[in-house]
């Protein structure tokens, strides 16, 4: 039987309503780790994501935000086998998503699938069409794949 991994979510940082008067507005912070095994994950690292999002970001930034979230965990799940790491960072001017797996030292590229692919690939073509900007890292140990959606709550 395969060990189940621990999750965690991590918020840091205060909400709008968490300011005291004067003070500077701090980045908050979602952090939630990912197991393999975890297909179920996908779901629920897009409702943490929204719940997070609820009071730093408007509406069509936050279903954005989910979309591209989902195919970024999916795709860590179904490349890898060491599961994932999903961080969040919301400021007033911008959110930018990280989906660190630690396996794969592959870099993913778009392109563009032929009708015989059905719905695979269509992933990244999503990210470079909904996110302001968005990249790969090759790390020490996998990479990371991050995009950004600029704007913040209206």
Same mark, same amino acid.
């Given at each position: ?11 840091? @940082? $205060?909400?709008? $309503? ?15 780790? =990912?197991?393999? *095994? ?19 970001? @408007?509406?069509?930034?936050?279903? /954005? ?7 970024? &965990? ?10 994932? &790491?999903?961080?969040?960072? *919301?400021?007033? /001017?911008?959110?930018? =998503? ?10 993913? *590229? ?7 692919? #059905?719905?695979? #690939?269509?992933?990244?073509?999503? =990210?470079?069409?909904? *996110?302001?900007? !968005? ?9 990371? &794949? !991050? ?8």
């Amino acid at each position: 039987m395969a060990k189940r991994q621990k999750r965690t979510t991590v918020v840091e @940082g $205060r909400g709008p $309503r968490g300011r005291r008067p004067g003070e500077a507005s701090q980045p908050a912070r979602m952090r939630r780790r =990912v197991g393999h *095994a975890e297909r179920s994950a996908v779901g629920e690292v897009r409702r943490e994501l929204r719940e997070f999002l609820r009071h730093r970001s @408007g509406q069509e930034q936050t279903d /954005a935000a989910e979309l591209l979230v989902s195919e970024l &965990v999916t795709n860590a799940l179904i490349h890898t086998r060491h599961g994932a &790491v999903v961080t969040a960072t *919301a400021s007033s /001017a911008r959110l930018r =998503v990280e989906v660190q797996d630690f396996a794969s030292e592959d870099l993913p *590229a778009p392109y563009v699938p032929n009708a015989d692919d #059905g719905t695979h #690939g269509r992933g990244l073509i999503l =990210v470079r069409s909904l *996110a302001d900007a !968005w990249g790969v890292e090759a790390q020490a140990l996998g990479k990371t &794949v !991050w995009f950004e959606l600029h704007g913040g709550r209206p």
